[in-house]
């Protein structure tokens, strides 16, 4: 198991932002992350009426970020590499509000296709065994410039 304090300065999300807790496992091609933030009242994407299973997605992205940069890092790769969700494809959502749930969420995702331009990935979150919410997101790595460069952990959320 990786804590956050192993990961989290490798994606540009931070503070309240970064919504996963923990990386379970994680290999070539797949991760598994815990989160336990959805029944927070501060949560950054929570509404009115509660938090939407449709920001689930966002916490596929987020394990797509993680992955991504775990990838980087254990090819030697020092420098994070900004990238921008483009699409999200046949999301599926098997609940309307998740921040009554009790418990952590299993957010994994799989890489079904990666190269210097970009990637994309299938996700599904789940919640003690039930599908919550699952999908495909694509990534782009736009041309990096040592502009476009950023600081470990920067505040960019």
């Known amino acids: 198991m990786l804590p956050k304090t192993d990961w989290a300065p490798l994606i540009p999300h931070a503070g309240t932002m970064c919504l996963l807790d923990a990386v379970i496992a994680w290999d070539q091609h797949t991760i598994h992350a815990i989160s336990a933030g959805h029944a927070r009242t501060d949560h950054p994407l929570r509404g009115a009426l509660g938090l939407h299973a449709v920001h689930l997605a ?47 969420l299993d957010v994994h995702a799989e890489c079904l296709y990666a190269d210097g331009g970009g990637a994309q990935y299938g996700f599904r979150v789940e919640h003690r065994g039930v599908l919550l919410a699952s999908g495909r997101a694509a990534v782009i790595h736009p041309d990096v410039t040592a502009s476009d460069t950023f600081p470990a952990n920067p505040e960019r959320r």
């Open 58 to 104: 966002e916490y596929g992205a987020q394990a797509m970020a993680v992955h991504g940069a775990l990838l980087a890092r254990a090819g030697g790769v020092t420098a994070v590499r900004p990238g921008r969700l483009v699409s999200l494809r046949d999301v599926q959502l098997g609940i309307e509000y998740v921040d009554q749930l009790v418990g952590h």
